[in-house]
């Protein structure tokens, strides 16, 4: 079935460092993809998105691309901050639903 | 604009207990899904509603577990009874038809069964 795979966390990282948080996915037809954000103690909220092969899909200096030939979506971040501390889901839609991967903790220290 | 209500936002209870979990959309929306998100399992979605209607309740773990949406503005999730295992964070989602693929979570229900 339509699955999502993203890298297992926690990632940590120093601020200012270069961010990548990898995503794959599995789908019959041709899905939207998406990164939601979850900040400590709030629901999740959509971060960018994409709707077909080769779109980017930016917002708040995160990117990440549509890449078909390799399925995948792979989330990026040129200089990150304390504040981008959070939970990030990798998620592709189906009919009606969202599928989500399992979520990457990412920490940065000051 | 209020975003999507959900309450109570922590519930603490007895196994054996009814547990009632309640659920505002955003307005104008028209769809509305039901999520539990463990450590273990991650973000498991239980159902969802179109239109008022249950769509895609396959996600409900077991008879324990039931959901209503008597009308567009309000939701329910009832479990009962309860068990220490549904000791989860419970979230609520809405879309709009017009833009089914970006739901709209609210703050989520954190659920401690003893």
């Known amino acids: 079935g339509d699955s999502v795979t993203q890298m297992e966390g926690p990632v940590t990282l120093s601020e200012e460092a270069f961010l990548t948080i990898n995503c794959t996915y599995t789908?019959?037809?041709?899905?939207?993809l998406f990164w939601y954000v979850q900040y400590p103690g709030e629901g999740l909220q959509l971060l960018l998105k994409a709707t077909k092969a080769d779109d980017k899909g930016s917002n708040k200096g995160f990117e990440a691309t549509y890449r078909k030939e390799t399925t995948s979506f792979h989330l990026e971040k040129g200089s990150v901050q304390v504040s981008d501390s959070a939970v990030y889901f990798c998620a592709l839609s189906v009919d009606d639903k969202i599928i989500f991967g399992k979520g990457t903790r990412l920490h940065i220290l000051p | 604009d209020a975003g999507v209500i959900q309450s109570p936002r922590h519930e603490v209870t007895e196994m054996g207990q009814e547990v009632t979990l309640r659920c505002k959309p955003i307005s104008g929306h028209n769809s509305l899904f039901w999520y539990r998100q463990t450590m273990m399992r991650g973000l498991e979605l239980l159902i969802y509603?179109?239109?008022?209607?249950?769509?895609?309740d396959s996600g409900m773990p077991e008879d324990r577990f039931s959901a209503k949406m008597p009308n567009a503005s309000f939701s329910t999730l009832k479990i009962q009874p309860s068990e220490p295992r549904d000791s989860a964070v419970y979230f609520c989602?809405?879309?709009?038809?017009?833009?089914?693929?970006?739901?709209?979570f609210g703050p989520g229900t954190r659920l401690l069964v003893l």
């Open positions: 989602a809405s879309s709009f038809s017009g833009n089914k693929e970006t739901q709209y």
């Open positions: 789908a019959t037809g041709y899905p939207s």
């Open positions: 509603f179109n239109n008022n209607v249950p769509i895609d």
